[in-house]
């Protein structure tokens, strides 16, 4: 039976953007449908009715939500090109935890750092920085995070690198300033055709989040 | 020297998690109290991104998140899986999961809470409680995934247990069993598998403890 793959997504998502590498890494031949969020389909309502949000993966007519799940069922279905995590469960904890780290807080302390002004933002943008700083200790000298080959934690990590301009510029900091070893490890990432074809650039990020922050009333 | 130790608090539904998922593997640890007031440097040193518990060391290597711990557990210990084993229905329980560990912050949120805040928690809890009626107990089941508990009604258990003390200690009613009688039988079950009933803290001990600390924190609110 022929595999039908269909993935809800929104261009600028930065949990699309994972499963769009994710799949690109495997050489998965899906549909990409782009999804108004100010007026979502009837098929996004049906397959995640809990949400009502995107990323959604429907994979013959079943859903998966949540991106991170969605990397991982990605890598256990089509299992035999490109593994994604690692087999050892010391290593796959690690690379969970991490995951988890970057939902928890860099995302949250990201979005802080461009929806906020004045002295709310200027700790959201310590803590940003902090929080890069940590993620970028993790990494070391390592090729990836998931050490010689591109993996879990790169995959849920190197979306955010199309949003840095954004943060810079609203925060107005340089990420590779305080963190030259991330901006290198997203440069290598960036070489790699699934991750460069999955991401939008970052300008156009940028004048996104402008459009957004004039909506949302924050100047 | 034990091979497997678990760092937690006598209160704590996240450590329970990891409890309920060693005894239903028969492995063998060591158990260590945690003063969360006064954290042991042991902890700080095995956790020191969150400091928190629960905390997993397996020949001397740390785990932390207990989601991420439950996962490592069923993977080193394949008996009794926590987890289905096809890729899609597992897939549906991480997403139960995750939407669990995303809730369990309301715990929090209604005992810190009074007035208005107190009545957008409380709403926030009944639009849970609705979520868990309808989409996740349907079929019939007796468990999140059939006849057996596994990570999902782990992940929940919260609501099972911890949920009425929470009523108790701030003297409202949120949970009706009519209201939601998928939710209730999935409570009776779950509460009267052997394994559960015994491994669970003592209610009406952590209620005088967290009454006593939201007196406190609500007096040194409102100072």
Known sequence: MAEEVVLLDFWPSLFGMRSRIALAEKGIKYEYKEEDLRNKSALLLQMNPVHK??????????????????????????????????????????????ADYIDKKIYDLGSRVWKTMGEEQATAKKE???????????????????????????????????????YEKCGNFSIEAECPKLIAWAKRCMQKESVAKSLPGQQKVYDFILQMKKHLGIE | MAVVKLFGTWFSPYAYRVIWA??????????????????SPLLLQYNPIHKKVPVL?????????????????????????????????RAVALFWIKFADDKVYLMSKLYQADGEEQRAAVKEWLEMLEVMEEH?????????SGDEINMVDIAFSFVAHWLGVLEDVVGLEIFEPHKFPRVSSWIQNFKSIPLIKENLPDADKMSAFSKHGREMMLASKSN
Do not use: M
Request: glycine share 6%; aromatic share 16%; charged share 25%.
């Open chain 2, 136 to 144: 996740v107990l349907i079929g019939g089941k007796k468990f999140f």
């Open chain 2, 22 to 39: 060693l005894k239903l593997k028969g492995i063998s640890y060591e158990y260590i109290e945690e003063d969360i007031r006064s954290k």
């Open chain 1, 53 to 98: 949000k995107i990323p959604v993966l429907i994979h013959n007519g079943k859903p998966v939500c949540e991106s991170l799940i969605q990397v991982q069922y990605i890598d256990e279905v089509w299992h035999d090109k490109a593994p994604l995590l690692p087999s050892d469960p010391y290593q796959k904890a690690t690379g969970r935890f991490w």
């Open chain 2, 57 to 89: 060391v397996h020949d001397g290597k740390p785990i932390c998140e207990s989601t991420v711990i439950l996962q490592y557990i069923d993977e080193i210990w394949p008996q009794n899986p926590l987890l289905p084993a096809d890729p899609y229905d």
């Open chain 1, 128 to 166: 940003f920085i902090e929080s890069l700083k940590l993620i970028e200790k993790e990494l070391g000298d390592k090729p990836y995070f998931g050490g010689e080959s591109f993996g879990y934690v790169d995959v849920a990590f190197i979306p955010f690198y199309s949003w840095f301009y954004a």
